[in-house]
């Protein structure tokens, strides 16, 4: 019985320990992530993927995310999908910086043909990614926002792609960020 408390015990101290190293120490990151909970780095800004997935307009979740398209936007078609990449970032820098921008983002199949993202209005989609100037310390989306409070606590890129991809997988997603020479990449779920 001793021998079994003992193993109890100790048991108890590796998963206190265990969870009480969780968190601590840096974030791994690179200029290419392999997926969702990495970062990469572009200058001082770290951009985060926390979710890349399907969408489908007919979902009370998803909806939402494909409001404020542009006028005459029209739905995909039988061969198309609406795809949404859920970023988040943060200026770990000392001085104010910018984000990339929708024109900054690219996705790429295993072909070589590149999507670009639908810009949404900011103003009617609460969850659309804008370029901004982070503060130091400053996270997109901002903080108490409906995106950082949202199912994905990211802002949204919204992509319509071909079916196709999904024969040309891996996705890739490229950050270019002006001025920069290093575009950063992530690999995207599909």
Known sequence: MRLARRFAIIGAV???LALAACGSGK???????????????????????????????FSVEDHQYL????????????????YGVFLWARNYGKQ??????NADFVITDTQ?????????????????????TLAP??????HDTTASFGPTQGALLLFRLNTTVYDNRP???????PGESQVSTISLDL
Not at 27 to 55: C, F, K, M, W
Not at 96 to 101: E, I, L, N, R, Y
Not at 118 to 132: E, F, G, I, K
Not at 171 to 177: A, E, G, K, S, Y
């Open 27 to 57: 974030h791994p990151y690179d200029a290419t992530a392999e997926n969702n909970g990495y970062y990469v780095r572009t200058g001082s800004i770290y951009y985060q993927l926390q979710v890349s997935r399907e969408l489908n307009p």
């Open 171 to 177: 996705l890739t997603l490229q950050i270019h960020v």
């Open 96 to 101: 104010p910086q910018t984000t990339a921008g």
């Open 67 to 82: 409001t404020g398209l542009p006028g005459g936007t029209t739905t995909p078609g039988p061969n198309q999908l609406w």
């Open 112 to 132: 070589g043909d590149q999507y670009h993202p639908v810009p949404l209005d900011s103003t009617v989609n609460q969850y659309a990614w804008t370029a901004r």
């Open 14 to 16: 590796l998963a206190a």
């Open 137 to 142: 310390l400053e996270a997109e989306p901002g």
